[in-house]
Structures are given as C-alpha cells and as structure tokens.
C-alpha cells in the first residue's frame, strides 16, 4: 500500500510534512482579451506581495501594458513574465482575471485549477458549466457579501468609485458650459445643474466629483437610506414620496411597472432643468431601470448631456445606446458608457488587484491553497466548487432523509449551500 513512487521522499523519512513537499502556489494572469479591457488582475507591487506571502505570480508579456504597467515592472517585483497564454497556465495553481474566460480559454485552463475574476455567472451560466467540465474551484468576485469583513476585498465596490468618477468627468467633457460658478470682469457664469439618478457606490463617487468640479448637484434614490448619504456630500436629495424600494444586502429590489411609471412622472421637472443628469441605477441580475424616458430627453435644453453609466445593463435612458455617444436632434448628448473602469485602468486595476489579494489572503495560508467553505466570503463567492456547481438561487437544503433511508456520504454534499445572497 506505501506509495513507492515519490523518489523524493528521504529515505527513513515515513510521514514528511506535506507543507514542507510544497512549492508556491502559482498564480497565473493572462492578458485580458475582451474587446475594450484595458484593466490587469495583478499590478507589480501587488504581485511583489504576494510572494512573500508564498504566492509566485506568472504573468502573460504585456498584460499590463495597456494599464501602463510594462513587464520590465512585473520582472522587478519578482514575477514571472512568460510570452503567452500556455506558458502562464502551465501548472498554475490559481488564475486571476478581471472579466470572465471565454468557453475557448476555461478549455486551456488546467484541470482542477481555481479561478477568481468578475464571473457574472447568471448572465454567463455556460462559462460555469465549462469550468465545472474541468473540475475547476470558480470564485465570483461579484458575488461577494457586502458585509464589513469583506470590504478589502469588494471589488463591485472599488470597481464602481472609479465608474462614478469617469461619469463624473465625462459630463463635464461633454458639457458645452462650466461647471462652476465664475464671476468675471466680463459677467457671472451660473454653476451647472446636474442630477445624479442612483446613489449607490458610482452614484456618490459621480456625487463627489461633481461637487469637486463645483456644480450644484442633485440626486436620488429609491433606497431612503442614501439620502443621508447624499446630503453628507452636499447634494440635495430629490424626494418623490414613494416607498422605499431596499431590498436584501442593502440593494434596490427591483420594482413595478406601476412604480417606475410613478417616478418617471415625478422625476421629469428635475430632469428637464438640469445641465447634466448622471444615470447610475442598478438592480442586481436585473436590467437597469428606465428612469429617462425620450420624453424626457426632447424636453431637455439643447447642450444638456446625460452620462448613462448602466449602458452595461441596458440603460437608465430610453435613448442609450451602449458603447456611443449619441446627439439628438434637439441637441442633447447621450453618453452609453460602457466599462467606465477601463478608462481609468492604472487605478482601476490598483484597487482590483489589492481586492484579489486580500481575496487570496483568505484562501491561501502558508504557502497552501486551503479554503475554507465554511467561511461566508468563500462560500458566497463560490460558484463552482471541484467541479461541481453550486446554485446561487437555490432554496436551504432539504431536511436530512428520513432514518429508514440509505445515508448518503457524498463529498460533493457539502457543497451545496444556499446563503441566501441571490445570483448576480
Ligand atoms: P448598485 O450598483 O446595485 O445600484 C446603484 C444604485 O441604484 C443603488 O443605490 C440603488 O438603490 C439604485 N437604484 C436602483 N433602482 C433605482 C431607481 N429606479 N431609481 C433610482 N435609483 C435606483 O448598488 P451598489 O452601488 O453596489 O450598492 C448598493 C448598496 O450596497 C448601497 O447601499 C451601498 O452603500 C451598499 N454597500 C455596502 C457595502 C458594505 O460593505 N457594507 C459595500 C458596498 C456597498
């Protein structure tokens, strides 16, 4: 039964720690390959860390250079900078990424590997069952608890400060006006109007900037909750009157038709008057909701801008279009940004890459890949687990069998798990 095959056991040595049989864990990075990403999972002082903590990264050439992080960076920092896909990947034991694979690249991926990346299984479900094919351990950064212990590692979070703040320049780009108030020798500059649609994280961040700029600045919400915050940033909270609209972890549920009908009545008048209206609003797994309407738009004055940052998600504009900017004939630009982050992808791909490392500090100790699927974060992240996919809007697990039945002791049983967080 003793395994005669490891000639790398002393002789005498019956029980060598596993640990000390260990190489680093190889972390793998490839080069982002989704049209538009400019962002990189790892940036060299991230990568630097992270080997001192016993993870040794293997980075494609050139992954960061369209973030401005050249190899000669990686080399500096300790990693390994390999000239393609197939040389990164070899015997790697993790890969991060920031978009999900493609069904072509989980097929190059090593059996048994583990992948942290934005996975977005709910709208992607054929990128899990191909990593489930390939008994792949699938951790879903969009899918991390919004609790206070996972906030380093809250990647939707680092990810939209740098959206609200893209949309937050962008409009004033677009704006054919100041956004402050000047008052010159030649006549007085009135600030400009602007109306921020969706006060979460991209929505204060699109806040903020404004401000900065020196616009007056508006905003609103369906969750009650953000008007405080709103008001902290000095902005006005438009108040409509209708209900509260939160719903789990913090988020908007998604509401009626009747609802958005209502709003979109009471939010005409502030949208009309503004200079510049900054669409954020999101529901998760959802499509974006329709809060300006064409209506809205034609009543608009000639030079006003709307920056649509839930382009993504079809839109909070009846007349985004993603990826485009468009000019309606009454003279107002529709901004459909898509991917805001990877417009700004030296800071984008910082803070992602800190929120990795915070992400792999909890599943790699000493030198191991050791998760623990008891702990929330992992689980919650989890989608798929050795193979073997875990349902993220599947009920608690069913009552234990009845005693007269068979036990089962499958191993895969202990994957399953409902924490109630929903799908992406
Ligand atoms: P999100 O990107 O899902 O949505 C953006 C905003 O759109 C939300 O504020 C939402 O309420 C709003 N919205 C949805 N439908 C709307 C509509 N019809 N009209 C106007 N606004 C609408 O949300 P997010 O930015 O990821 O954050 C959501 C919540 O999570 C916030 O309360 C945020 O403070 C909280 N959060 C908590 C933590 C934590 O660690 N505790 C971390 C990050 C975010």
Known sequence: MAAASDTRTPVGCERPTFAALLAPVKLAVCTETRPGETRVAIVPDVAAKLASSGIEVAIQAGAGAAARFPDAAYERAGASVLPDAAAVLAGAAMVAGVQPPSVEEVAELPEGVSVVSFLQPGQVPEIVQALAAKKATAYSLDLLPRITRAQSMDALSSQATVSGYRAGLSAAEHLAKFFPMFMTAAGTVPPAKVLVMGAGVAGLQA??????????????????????????????????????????GGYAR??????????QELLAAEVIASDVVITTAQIPGRKAPVLVTRAMVEQMA?????????????????????????????????????????????????????????FLALVVKEGELTPDFDDEIVIGTCVVRAGQVIDKTAPAAPPPPPPSAAPSNEPGDQGEHSDGEGGS
């Open 207 to 248: 806040i903020a900037t404004a401000r900065r700029l020196g616009a007056v600045v508006k905003a609103y919400d369906v969750r009650a909750a953000a008007k405080e915050e709103v008001k902290s940033l000095g902005a006005n909270f438009v108040e409509l009157g209708l209900e509260s609209q939160e719903g789990s």
């Open 254 to 263: 998604e509401q009626s038709a009747e609802y958005q009908a209502k709003q």
């Open 302 to 358: 000639n030079g006003a801008v709307i920056v649509d940052i839930a382009a993504d998600t079809g839109g909070n504009c009846e007349l985004t279009v993603a990826g485009e900017n468009i000019v309606t004939d009454n003279g107002v630009t529709v901004v459909g940004m898509t991917n805001p982050p990877a417009q700004m992808p030296t800071h984008a791909s910082f803070l992602y890459s800190r929120n990795i490392a915070n």
